[in-house]
């Protein structure tokens, strides 16, 4: 069975600064894929970010970018330039081949002025 | 595209009734995923479907929980009898495969308060 840790429960962050969180997995499988999902006040799910397990590169989407670690099973998340619009829960979620997401606890950002 | 729909966006219920949840998926997506939010146990995967038939429901918790998808464009999630510990908020989402996994889309949610 697949397990998402994700260590930090509060990250605090003043605008224009940058934040990483951590998530580690634990899995058996040689192909997947890692998400980090947010989760603002509204509660509506979006995506942030993905990589796919097989790609050695990491994935990059405007401020946001992954340090992804295959042999150590570590993806962290940084987001740089924090606005007041990140402040939100944040979930690192797995993905083995066949669909299914297993998600981390969530670390809750905030984002001070 | 309008996105996932779930309906009701709210559910206020006593104990013992029934209560039946909503999803109707993004158009062409092939995959539809149930998922509850708790403050204990995080968000957990119930059931998904594929192609309208369910593949895995390891996750419902107990037989007071069904899942149908009785075509493309709509599934329910229905409890009976509910319980206080059945509140919770319930997501559906959609997803398509094409070669390789593709991001899910997520409803708004349904919050269930089971009274």
């Known amino acids: 069975a697949q397990t998402v840790t994700q260590s930090q429960p509060e990250m605090s962050v003043q605008e224009a600064e940058t934040v990483t969180l951590s998530c580690t997995y634990d899995?058996?499988?040689?192909?997947?894929?890692l998400f980090w999902y947010k989760q603002p006040p509204s509660r509506q799910m979006i995506l942030v970010i993905r990589?796919?397990?097989?790609?050695?590169q990491n994935a990059t989407e405007n401020r946001f970018s992954v340090n992804f670690q295959k042999a150590a099973k570590s993806f962290s998340l940084k987001i740089s330039d924090s606005q007041l619009g990140d402040t939100a829960m944040y979930f690192c979620?797995?993905?083995?081949?066949?669909?299914?997401?297993?998600f981390g606890a969530g670390t809750q950002v905030v984002v001070t002025p | 595209d309008a996105g996932v729909i779930q309906s009701p966006r709210h559910e206020v219920t006593e104990m013992g009734q029934e209560v039946t949840l909503r999803c109707k998926p993004i158009?062409?997506?092939?995959?539809l995923f149930w998922y509850r939010q708790t403050m204990m146990r995080g968000l957990e995967l119930l059931i998904y479907?594929?192609?309208?038939?369910?593949?895995?429901d390891s996750g419902m918790p107990e037989d007071r929980f069904s899942a149908k998808m009785p075509n493309a464009s709509f599934s329910t999630l229905k409890i009976q009898p509910s319980e206080p510990r059945d509140s919770a908020v319930y997501f559906c989402?959609?997803?398509?495969?094409?070669?390789?996994?593709?991001?899910?889309?997520f409803g708004p949610g349904t919050r269930l308060t089971v009274l």
């Open positions: 989402a959609s997803s398509f495969f094409a070669g390789e996994i593709n991001e899910q889309f």
């Open positions: 899995t058996s499988e040689s192909n997947y894929y």
């Open positions: 990589q796919e397990a097989y790609k050695q």
């Open positions: 979620a797995f993905s083995p081949s066949w669909g299914k997401l297993q």
């Open positions: 158009s062409g997506h092939d995959y």
């Open positions: 479907f594929n192609n309208n038939v369910p593949i895995d």
